[in-house]
């Protein structure tokens, strides 16, 4: 049997497990947190004295640091982690394509449902803000980069541990809220401060952080995150046994 192509091998992966991940529930609750930052951005927009500082704020926080991993950890955990729990990943391993492309469709799955979940409602968010242009355009980059990389993260997270949910929401609320608060080596590794790097940075908006790095390393490196994680997720994949 002749090898699919990656390009196709990627197309198909991604579409077996779109149409898995996307269910009614799913949607229906992301779809509903969603609307709290955009509630959130109308009523800070209408309080708030500096508009522009208090938006970069509640986009860092609201947005890069909960809706969007959570979001991610939803969908991304269960794109290889649920399909290998059912069975269903043999269906795919019976298929001439290689782990990579797997990974690399996996992601591009979960990454097209948790980009639109996410970077709509933070941009909603951010025109509500009426803190201008340069905050919303901030804000569309920085999470689409911030999507991405948690994608990867929790890719790779679905496939090491059974309830990646739970793994997940403590990497979330514990390691990269508290831990990188009081630790630079901590926050050198996790993508919220790069990514809050890159928003403060686009805006001229600062804050006393532990961890300031330029929005050219910021972005290097989540770029290096989602290589990693991927990566690493190609390795485990060609290491595990699929029945």
């Known amino acids: 049997m002749a090898t699919v192509s990656p390009i196709r091998a990627i197309t198909l992966t991604h579409n077996v497990l779109l149409k898995q991940l996307i269910t009614k529930g799913r949607l229906i609750g992301i779809t509903l947190f969603g609307l709290l930052p955009i509630l ?3 009523v800070i927009g209408r309080q708030s ?7 970069v704020g509640f986009i860092s926080y609201m947005g890069l640091s909960i809706l969007i991993p959570v979001v991610a950890l939803i969908f991304a955990s269960a794109s290889l982690g649920d399909t290998r729990e059912d069975g269903t990943l043999v269906y795919l391993w019976l298929r001439p394509i290689s782990r990579w492309s797997v990974t690399a469709g996996a992601w591009a799955a979960s990454s097209t449902i948790t980009l639109p979940l996410t970077v709509i409602p933070m ?7 009426d803190a201008g242009n340069t ?17 990867g993260i929790f890719l790779l997270l679905g496939l090491l541990v059974k309830n990646p949910v739970i793994w997940g929401l403590a990497y979330i609320f514990i390691w ?3 831990v990188t608060s009081f630790a630079k080596p901590a926050a050198a590794i996790a ?19 532990l961890f300031s790095p330029s ?3 910021s972005i290097f ?3 290096v995150i989602i290589a990693v994680s991927m990566g690493i997720t190609t390795v485990r994949l060609s290491r595990i046994e699929v029945p």
């Open 191 to 209: 993508v919220s401060g790069y990514s809050r790097a890159i928003i403060t940075g686009r805006t001229g908006v600062e804050f006393e952080r």
């Open 215 to 217: 929005q050219g390393t």
């Open 49 to 55: 004295d500096d508009p522009l500082e208090a938006g």
């Open 221 to 223: 490196m989540l770029i």
């Open 123 to 129: 941009t909603i968010a951010a025109i509500l803000l």
């Open 40 to 42: 959130l951005g109308w």
């Open 176 to 178: 990269e809220a508290i």
């Open 135 to 151: 905050l919303i355009l901030a804000t569309i980059l920085t999470a689409v980069l911030a999507g991405f990389a948690y994608c």
